[in-house]
C-alpha cells in the first residue's frame, strides 16, 4: 500500500522530531511492504516569517489532499507579540477546524522502565495506570465568540463556552466506543455544579449512555478529576471532557507519566485522515541542541498507523521498539536521572529504528 502523509514540521525543535517519526515510518513500511510519501507544508511561526500568515492556505489544500497529517509543534516567544490572529497557534485550530477534526485521543501510561520519573508515591505507582483521553476538538470556549468591550468596571475582555447537542452526542460517542474496547468504563469531566454548559454535557452523555449498556458512566467535576489524577490515577479508563478541561488534565497526565515528551496524540473526524502530533510544544530553548525526546512523535506516527491506515501489527511494532529501548535504558535529557547516560534526539531515535 502507499500512503500520503503532509508532514507539518513547524517551529523549535518539530522539524527535529518529525523527521525522527519520519525515518521510523520508513523503516516500518520496508518491512512490511508499504510506501509513504511525505510532502511538507509551513505552518506556524515558520509561516507567518515565509508570507505573513500563520496558516496558508496551500498548506491547508495540501493537508486536505493528504491521507494523513504528521504535526511537529507550533510557537515561540519570537511571535508572542502578535494579535491573536496571526499567532502561531491559529494554524492548529485551522487546520482542526478545516480538516473536521473534533476529537482528540491522548493515551497516557506509566512505562514500568519510568516508574521512577513519576512524581507520585511509590505506592500509586506500583498499581500502575493507562487511561485514554477524549477531548472535545473543535467547540467548546477556544472557539466561542470573544472580545473587548467596556464593562462594569472598565475595559474587559470575555471568551464564550458554547456546546450544542450534537457536538456532545458525537464526542460522548468515540469515548464509549473506545471504552468497549478496553475495560468498559467511562468517566465524564464537566463543571456541571456551576456552568450551564456542564449541565447539557452530563445531560446528554447519560442519554447517550443508554445506547451502551455495556459501558458504565460516572460524572466528575474537573477540579476533583485533577485531585483525583494525582492520588490515584489507575481509577481512570477512558476519560471524556471539553476542549479547555482536555487541553489542561492531559497535560497534568503527561507529567505523571514522567515526561511530556511521551505522550502522542491524535485528531480524528468523520473520515479515516487525521492529525497526528506529540502533545508537547516547540521547546525553542533546545532547539537544535539535539535534546529534544523523539518518543512522542514517534508514536504519534504509530497512532497514525493504527487509526487513520488500520495498520494495527505495524502500529505494534512500533509502539513494542520504544518499550523495549526504554526497558534497555535509552534515555534523552527530559527522562535521564542523575548519572544516567542522556541520548540524543537522532540517538534515541536510531535505538527505535534497531528495534524495529
Known amino acids: 500500500m502507499e500512503y500520503r502523509i503532509a508532514l507539518v514540521k513547524g517551529d523549535g525543535i518539530g522539524p527535529e522530531i518529525v523527521e ?21 507544508y509551513p505552518a506556524g511561526g515558520c509561516a507567518i516569517d515565509a508570507c505573513g500568515e500563520p496558516l496558508p492556505r496551500e498548506t491547508v489544500e495540501g493537508c486536505l489532499a493528504a491521507d494523513s497529517v504528521l ?23 485551522g487546520l482542526r477546524a478545516a480538516l473536521g477534526l473534533y476529537t482528540n485521543l491522548r493515551p497516557a501510561k506509566l512505562y514500568p522502565a519510568l516508574a521512577g520519573k513519576c512524581p507520585l508515591r511509590a505506592d500509586i505507582t506500583a498499581k500502575g495506570f493507562d487511561l485514554l483521553m477524549v477531548r472535545e476538538l473543535t467547540g467548546g470556549i477556544y472557539f466561542g465568540e470573544r472580545g473587548r468591550r467596556e464593562g462594569k468596571f ?45 449541565r447539557l454535557w452530563r445531560e446528554t452523555v447519560h442519554r447517550v449512555a443508554e445506547e451502551y449498556p455495556d459501558v458504565t ?3 466528575m467535576l474537573v477540579d476533583n478529576a485533577a485531585m483525583q489524577l494525582v492520588r490515584d490515577p489507575s481509577r481512570f479508563d477512558v476519560v ?7 487541553d489542561i488534565l ?16 491524535a ?26 525526546n523523539p518518543t512522542a512523535t514517534i508514536l504519534s506516527a504509530a497512532m497514525m498507523l493504527r487509526y487513520s491506515f488500520g495498520l494495527g ?44
Not at 492531559?250 to 496524540?265: H, K, M, N, R, V
Open 20 to 40: 525522527s517519526a519520519v525515518a521510523v515510518l520508513e523503516k516500518t513500511g520496508a518491512a512490511f511492504g508499504h510506501r509513504f510519501s511525505f510532502t511538507a
Open 71 to 93: 504535526l511537529g509543534a507550533v510557537g515561540g516567544p519570537k511571535w508572542d507579540g502578535l494579535s491573536g490572529d496571526r499567532r502561531p497557534e491559529k494554524a492548529l485550530l
Open 154 to 198: 472598565g475595559p474587559e475582555a470575555y471568551d464564550t463556552e458554547a456546546y450544542s447537542v450534537m457536538e456532545i452526542e458525537r464526542i460522548a460517542r468515540v469515548a464509549f466506543d473506545a471504552a468497549r474496547k478496553r475495560s468498559g468504563r467511562v468517566t465524564s469531566i464537566d463543571k456541571a455544579n456551576v456552568l450551564e454548559t456542564s
Open 217 to 219: 458512566v460516572e460524572d
Open 240 to 246: 471524556v471532557t471539553t476542549n479547555m478541561f482536555g
Open 250 to 265: 492531559s497535560d497534568e497526565a503527561s507529567q505523571i507519566t514522567g515526561s511530556i515528551g511521551l505522550l502522542p496524540s
Open 267 to 292: 485528531s480524528l473526524g468523520e473520515g479515516t485522515r487525521g492529525l497526528y502530533e506529540p502533545i508537547h510544544g516547540s521547546a525553542p530553548d533546545i532547539a537544535g541542541t539535539g535534546k529534544a
Open 313 to 356: 501489527k505495524e502500529a505494534d511494532v512500533i509502539e513494542r521498539a520504544v518499550d523495549e529501548a526504554l526497558l534497555a535504558g535509552c534515555r534523552t535529557a527530559d527522562i535521564a536521572a542523575p548519572g544516567e547516560k542522556m541520548l540524543t534526539c537522532a540517538e534515541m531515535t536510531e535505538e527505535v529504528l534497531e528495534r524495529i
